[in-house]
């Protein structure tokens, strides 16, 4: 046979966009809470030595908040978690 | 079309560039709009200080990041003639987002060792990103060219070796007026008595990328 469909290019779906994209490090827009979730409370205990290393990190995302830094880390846990 | 100045490097010179193109690309009537990916938000404070000393600004100016950025890109084009997006220095999602609707993909590289030593993570990102977004084209250059020396010569060869982007053989010199013009909320190309050099220089950026370059 010499007549053949022509090959459909493979379509890419917005799926496959979020998986490349993910890739990049999360930034703040990724991690702050969507209007419509609620906010959980809760009490949190941290050394004091190592939020003070929170800080210094932070120093490096200029307009980030101390919440949002600890949401991301949080967020970058899960991820590896889900990878497993 | 739309345009995205990155990289993974801070300090090369991405917001200078973004913003010189944002002035020149809209003093030409096109309709602009300027997105602020940086954490930093420099870009806007570059509109904002402009607006702050009543200086027409055409252009606008809105800030996005994140996996959504892709999104709300993809809903603003058809308003606008031309989106250029300044993204930080690091492999964001917002950069990723930035590239996946991107036609070009602008890399200023300081001619230093640091600068060019993140060559291989640009070309993961722009290899990544083209197997989604098939008319991405990458091009870099040495930004903050030293005015004497070797080692733009050096940094061009080693950039032209990349295979994920193409490597302009010009560059754009680290001029001071890049700087202050800056802090008045003007292009290197709206100052009074301009730096000669750094006009033509930033222009044949602008005519590559918006003539050459025409998708």
């Known amino acids: 046979m010499v007549v053949r469909k022509p090959i459909e290019k493979e379509k890419k779906t917005e799926a496959d966009f979020e998986k490349m994209i993910a890739k990049g490090a999360l930034v703040h827009e990724d991690i702050k809470p969507k209007e419509d979730k609620k906010n959980a409370h809760i009490n949190f205990r941290i050394p004091s030595d190592m939020l003070n290393n929170v800080d210094e990190a932070l120093k490096e995302r200029v307009g980030m908040s101390r919440n949002a830094w600890i949401l991301e880390a949080i967020h970058e846990k899960l991820k590896k978690v889900e990878q497993r | 079309m739309i345009v995205v100045v990155g990289g993974v490097k801070g300090g090369t010179g991405k917001t200078t560039i973004a913003t010189n193109l944002t002035v020149m690309r809209s003093s030409v009537g096109k309709k602009v709009l300027l997105t602020d990916a940086d954490e930093q938000k420099s870009s806007s404070l570059f509109s904002a200080q402009r607006d702050g000393l009543g200086i027409e600004t055409k252009w606008v100016t809105i800030q996005l990041g994140g996996t959504d950025l892709r999104k709300q890109i993809m809903r603003l084009k058809p308003d606008y003639d031309d989106i250029i997006i300044d993204v930080g220095g690091r492999e964001t999602t917002s950069q990723r987002s930035a590239l996946s609707v991107a036609d070009i993909y602008i890399l200023p590289f300081n001619p230093a060792s640091y600068d060019i030593w993140t060559i291989g993570q640009v070309n993961t990102i ?78 044949e950026l602008y005519e590559y990328v918006y003539s050459k370059c025409t998708v």
């Open chain 2, 126 to 203: 722009i290899s990544d990103m083209k197997t989604l977004n098939d008319k991405l084209k990458a091009i870099a250059f040495i930004n903050r060219a030293d005015p004497r020396g070797t080692d733009n010569e050096e940094a061009i060869s080693i950039l032209q070796e990349c295979k994920e982007f193409e490597c302009l053989k010009f560059t754009i010199g680290n001029r001071k007026t890049f700087r202050t013009s800056s802090g008045e909320g003007l292009s290197v190309t709206e100052v009074k008595n301009p730096d000669k050099k750094a006009v033509q220089e930033i222009t």
